[in-house]
C-alpha cells in the first residue's frame, strides 16, 4: 500500500491505520475521540484512559522514543512531560502529595463528631462523601452505613457523624471499621442523617430543579457513589455526582474500576487505606483526584458533548462520500467526547 494512503487513513487521536478511508469514517463515528482524552505529550497520541496512556509510555510493549523521553523528564504520577530534568523535580514537589498535607486534621479527623451541618457555606461548591459500612443480616454481608463524613475542597470536615442503621448490626467489621456497638447506641438516626445531608447538597433548590451547570446546588464527588447514597437512602441527581470509581479517564484498560486505594497511589503519590479505614481519609483522597481531573488544560468547544443537540448529528448530516473526502484532523474535528469531562466544571468556579 502507498504510504501516503497509510497516512490518509491514519486516526489523528488514536494513531490507528486502516487499509480504507471508510474504515477510518466508521471508526471515528464510534471512539468519541476528543481533545478531553489523556494525551502524551511527546507523541500526541491519545489515549481512552490514564491506565492506557501509562501502557503507551512505560507498559509492557511501550513506544520505545516515547518511553526514553519518558524516563528521562516525564512524572510517573500525572504522566506530564516537562521540558527539562530540573523543570521535572520542581512539578515534582507540587504533583506527589502526602497524606499528612493537612496536619492535625488527620490525626484528629476521627476523634469527633461534627453534625452542624450549615447551609450558608456559599464557598462549598464541590464536597467530598465517604461512608463506613458494618454488616446486617444472618451472616454479616448486608451493607448498613455506620459512618458518614463530608469535607470540602479543602480538607476541612462539614460533617461527619456515627449513623444508627435501619437493622440489627450482626457484624462490626471492627478490623476495618474501628467502630464498635457503644458508638451507635446514641448515634443520629438514618432518617436524620439523609435529610441533612440532603438538604445541604441541595442548597436550598428543590432537587428537581436542579440543572447539571450552574444553580446552588453542590457538586458531589465520592468512590462508588451509587452504593454509598444506596446505602443513606439518598437520591441525588446524576448530572451532579463526580464518582472516581467510573470516571472513564481513571478507569482500567479493561474498563472496569479502580479500587481507591490503588487511584490515590498511582495518581496522587501517597497510600491509603492501611489497617483502620476512616471516611475523611476517603473523602480527602476523592477530592484530591477529583480536582486533579478538574484542573486539566483541555481546548475550550462550544458543545464538548457528544449527547449535546448541537452535535447528535455531527457524522449523520454528512454524506459518506464526504466524509471519506476529509482529512483525518477533519474527522477529529467534528467527533466529540461520550462523557463528562471534569475539566468543565472548572467553567463554574471562572
Request: charged share 25%; proline share 5%.
Amino acid at each position: 500500500m502507498d504510504p501516503s494512503e497509510t497516512l490518509r487513513n491514519k486516526c489523528a487521536s488514536c494513531y490507528r491505520q486502516f487499509n480504507k478511508k471508510e474504515h477510518l469514517v466508521e471508526h471515528m463515528r464510534t471512539s468519541y475521540h476528543s481533545v478531553h482524552e489523556p494525551i502524551c505529550g511527546f507523541c500526541g497520541k491519545r489515549s481512552r484512559s490514564f491506565e492506557s496512556l501509562r501502557e503507551h509510555l512505560i507498559g509492557p510493549l511501550p513506544k520505545a522514543e516515547c518511553e526514553r523521553v519518558f524516563r528521562e523528564r516525564g512524572c510517573d504520577i500525572c504522566l506530564t512531560i516537562l521540558s527539562s530534568r530540573n523543570a521535572l523535580r520542581v512539578h515534582r514537589d507540587t504533583c506527589q502529595l502526602s497524606y499528612g498535607n493537612n496536619g492535625l486534621s488527620y490525626r484528629f479527623a476521627n476523634l469527633g463528631i461534627q453534625d452542624d451541618l450549615r447551609i450558608d457555606n456559599w464557598k462549598t461548591r464541590a464536597v467530598a462523601l465517604a461512608c463506613k459500612m458494618v454488616g446486617g443480616g444472618s451472616d454479616g454481608s448486608l451493607d448498613l452505613c455506620a459512618k458518614v463524613c463530608i469535607t470540602d475542597e479543602y480538607d476541612n470536615i462539614l460533617f461527619q457523624s456515627y449513623v444508627k442503621p435501619y437493622l440489627p448490626v450482626t457484624n462490626y467489621r471492627h478490623e476495618t471499621t474501628g467502630i464498635r456497638p457503644e458508638y451507635l447506641r446514641d448515634a443520629m438516626p438514618l432518617r436524620q442523617v439523609q435529610r441533612k445531608i440532603q438538604d445541604f447538597l441541595c442548597n436550598g433548590e428543590p432537587i428537581w430543579k436542579i440543572r447539571p451547570q450552574g444553580g446552588k446546588a453542590r457538586i458531589l464527588v465520592g468512590h462508588g457513589l451509587d452504593h454509598d447514597l444506596k446505602c443513606l437512602e439518598l437520591e441525588y441527581p446524576a448530572s451532579k455526582l463526580r464518582d472516581t470509581a467510573n470516571y472513564p479517564p481513571l478507569m482500567k484498560t479493561s474498563k472496569l474500576s479502580n479500587s481507591l486505594k490503588y487511584l490515590t497511589k498511582a495518581y496522587l503519590g501517597y497510600d491509603i487505606q492501611i489497617g483502620m479505614q476512616y471516611p475523611y481519609e476517603d473523602c480527602v483522597a476523592t477530592m484530591r483526584l477529583y480536582k486533579r481531573m478538574r484542573s486539566q488544560a483541555h481546548r475550550n468547544e462550544n458543545y464538548p458533548l457528544a449527547t449535546d443537540p448541537q452535535n447528535k448529528n455531527n457524522f449523520a448530516s454528512w454524506r459518506q462520500n464526504e466524509l471519506e473526502r476529509m482529512s483525518p484532523d477533519e474527522l477529529l474535528a467534528i467527533s466529540r467526547s461520550d462523557f463528562y469531562c471534569w475539566c468543565l466544571d472548572s467553567k463554574d468556579y471562572a
